[in-house]
């Protein structure tokens, strides 16, 4: 699409929102924009955001951990929208797990967070990623209910093992005496010419996509401009996409999420939670993703969707649908309602609002009434503007079984075989 046919496009955009919406119930309630999704032109029209243009060029040789102090709240921390960051998630529980989930679908195919997976090995069947990706919960959990900074809290453990865990894998991708072998285990071995959402999503992606002339600022690599510095694993680069991931859906489409009255301070405060948990997680501050507050994160969260997420999952590298299908095959072990196909087809459709009728076309009636289903539980959670309160306190009251969960039985119990079919699967390492 031209630059001319997105301006067009959105102007059509606007003015369908000015006349269906209802108004907002607060003056500063928040909406996602559709249209600049599809159009790097658009949202890059006055140039990358410097800081994520820093995140580009500088990002990937920078190495992944700041070195600041463990578990030390950063000395800009603002105790005020960190409050309100965790009020806002108390009260948006279910819009905010599958923002999460979505966003994982999207960070896979950013080639150098997948080859980080890949190389880890322990997400290549659904009984493997369950484990792996119920570490990942409980940690983000554990930062959204407790308190990551007082010692002796779930969250304070879980802060110091996740980054312990880290920098394990960073020393052990980036010191390796071998690169050959860390290259070798970065490839999952397997067919993956057949894989057939890979190819519908392809297909859907391609038109939207396809008909805008490239640019090479627009291209899915980090482009590193001192070619002389070597690229790190797990560098500042990933560690700030994954930090787009956990806030960039929600604050473009809150409303896709279910989240119809979002104020400013709800979603800066948001923001700033995860501004905090980067720095604690050890980004650097200048690479930190969610800097300056909600404005220039909103800005930075649609061109890294449009210029880096989107076309990265045009092209994804052929193990996303299958290290992608064991995400959600494990995340569905515990998580209701989290089916490959059809939370694919509602990222899609809800949260993009894409038409995808090639990613449609291959779902079952069972998918499709769960997507169907999907919608529903949206819709009304909007119409209850989040969580009643009883639900809310019913949820937190299934934290603490969450947090001591049998795994080991859970894995028994909800066991999947990993994905085989003619030209789509892996040769799973022993
Ligand atoms: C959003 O709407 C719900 C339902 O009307 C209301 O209970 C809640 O207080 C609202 N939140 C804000 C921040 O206005
Ligand atoms: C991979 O699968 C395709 C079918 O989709 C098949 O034609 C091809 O021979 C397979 N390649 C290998 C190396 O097994």
Not at 321 to 344: H, K
């Amino acid at each position: 699409m031209s630059s001319a046919g997105c301006l067009a496009l959105m102007a059509v955009f606007a003015a369908v929102l000015a006349a269906a919406a209802p108004p907002p119930r607060s003056s500063r309630a928040v909406t996602g924009s559709a249209a600049t999704v599809w159009c790097p032109d658009v949202v890059l029209a006055d140039g990358w955001d410097p800081v994520l243009r820093r995140i580009m060029d500088e990002g990937p040789t920078a190495w992944g951990d700041s070195g600041v102090p463990e578990n030390t709240p950063p000395p800009w921390m603002d105790a005020r929208r960190y409050a309100a960051g965790k009020a806002f998630i108390a009260r948006h529980t279910i819009s905010v797990t599958f923002a999460h989930v979505h966003s994982l679908y999207l960070l896979l195919a950013v080639p150098s967070v997948l080859d980080v997976l890949v190389y880890t090995g322990n997400s290549d069947t659904p009984d493997e990623a369950f484990i792996r990706y119920y570490d990942t919960v409980q940690g983000v959990l554990s930062w959204y209910v407790s308190d990551a900074f007082t010692a002796g809290s779930w969250g304070f453990e879980q802060l110091k093992h996740v980054r312990w865990m880290h920098n394990l894998v960073r020393l052990d991708m980036n010191d390796n005496k071998h690169p050959e072998e860390v290259r070798e285990k970065m490839r999952l071995a397997g067919n993956f010419t057949g894989c057939p959402v890979s190819a519908g999503l392809r297909r859907d992606l391609d038109r939207p996509l396809a008909a805008r002339a490239p640019r090479p600022e627009t291209d899915a690599q980090p482009f590193s401009q001192d070619s002389n510095k070597k690229s790190k694993y797990m560098s500042q680069y990933d560690m700030a996409i994954t930090q787009w991931a956990f806030v960039g859906p929600l604050i473009q489409f809150p409303d896709r999420y279910g989240i119809g009255n979002a104020t400013e301070e709800e979603l800066d405060g948001f923001v700033h939670l995860w501004e905090v948990l980067g720095y604690a997680l050890g980004i650097d501050d200048r690479f930190n993703f969610c800097q300056g507050g909600l404005g220039p994160t909103l800005r930075r969260a649609r061109q890294t969707l449009a210029g880096i997420v989107l076309p990265s999952m045009r092209r994804a590298r052929p193990p996303w649908e299958y290290m992608t299908r064991c995400m959600a095959d494990g995340l569905g072990y515990v998580l209701p309602g989290i089916d490959f196909r059809s939370q694919l087809a509602n990222m899609l459709r809800v949260t993009l609002d894409a038409p995808s009728p090639s990613v449609e076309a291959l779902l079952t009636p069972q998918q499709r009434t769960a997507t169907a289903g999907y919608r529903g539980v949206l819709s009304d959670i909007k119409e209850n503007g989040g969580l009643s309160d009883s639900v809310s306190s019913l949820f937190l009251q299934l934290v603490p079984t969450l947090r001591s969960l049998p795994k080991e039985q859970v894995k028994k119990l909800r066991h999947r075989p990993p994905h085989r079919a003619e030209g789509c699967y892996a040769r799973i390492r022993p």
